[in-house]
């Protein structure tokens, strides 16, 4: 079954740089990859959803890009904010399209 | 919408007891996952279900688990007996056709 990877330490940062947070998948490459932040002591909320078929996409100051020859994901947080420290989640659908797997999560912490 | 909505906050049981938590997922939407958190083992998904119906239930760790979607607007998932092992955060999840899941702020369960 499909194992999605993130880098488990916390990703330190100063205000107003780019942070870049990284999701390694296993098996086989998924129809899409989604990001969810979560807060301490509240549930992942969705941030972004991108396609096999797509190498980029933009959110405001996020972005995605999605490697299938590297098997992954990378999540982008530009001019970064101390409101932007949180888990970062990747995510994966299984063999269920709708069986989504998750990583560890990555924390991000941005220093003022 | 309130968004999905889990109850109770928190539960602090004795081993051995019967914990119910449930779950009123956002209306409309035709998918329901039921997800453990842990610090060791992140976000694992125990059952997902579809229209009421259950689809996928491989991830209940065992029979102690069990889980109920009678109508659409509610679902419930149980331990009997449950066992310190069983200490996490419970998510409920619920998505329109298999997109973005929208998480419940979770139940944190201690099993002493």
């Known amino acids: 079954s499909q194992k999605i990877e993130q880098n488990s330490e916390a990703l330190n940062i100063q205000e107003g740089k780019t942070a870049t947070l990284t999701c390694n998948y296993t098996?086989?490459?998924?129809?899409?990859l989604q990001w969810y932040r979560q807060d301490p002591g509240r549930g992942p909320v969705f941030l972004l959803l991108?396609?096999?078929?797509?190498k980029e996409k933009r959110k405001e100051r996020l972005k995605v890009t999605f490697d299938t020859t590297l098997k992954q994901s990378l999540f982008h947080i530009t001019a970064s904010q101390p409101a932007d420290s949180a888990t970062y989640l990747c995510a994966s659908p299984n063999t269920g399209f709708q069986k989504l797997v998750f990583g560890t999560g990555t924390r991000l912490l941005v220093s003022p | 919408d309130a968004g999905v909505i889990q109850s109770p906050r928190h539960e602090v049981t004795e081993m051995g007891q019967e914990v119910t938590l449930r779950c009123k997922p956002i209306?409309?939407?035709?998918?329901l996952f039921w997800y453990r958190q842990t610090m060791m083992r992140g976000l694992e998904l125990l059952i997902y279900?579809?229209?009421?119906?259950?689809?996928?239930d491989s991830g209940m760790p065992e029979d102690r688990f069990s889980a109920k979607m009678p109508n659409a607007s509610f679902s419930t998932l149980k331990i009997q007996p449950s066992e310190p092992r069983d200490s996490a955060v419970y998510f409920c999840a619920s998505s329109f056709e298999g997109g973005e899941a929208f998480f419940g702020q979770g139940t944190r369960l201690t099993v002493v």
């Open positions: 209306s409309g939407h035709d998918y």
């Open positions: 098996n086989y490459s998924p129809a899409y």
């Open positions: 279900f579809n229209n009421n119906v259950p689809i996928d």
């Open positions: 991108i396609r096999e078929n797509e």
